[in-house]
């Protein structure tokens, strides 16, 4: 599932997708 993530998600604020500012992308997993 990391392989959808984009290359910009290596922050590792992405590792909270309900933290992360781009919850539009993180929506994905919803």
Do not use: G
Not at 1 to 15: E, F, G, L, T
């Amino acid at each position: 599932m990391d392989a959808n993530v984009p290359v910009k998600c290596q922050s590792p604020d992405c590792s909270a997708p309900s933290a992360s500012p781009n919850t539009l992308d993180a929506s994905t997993d919803d």
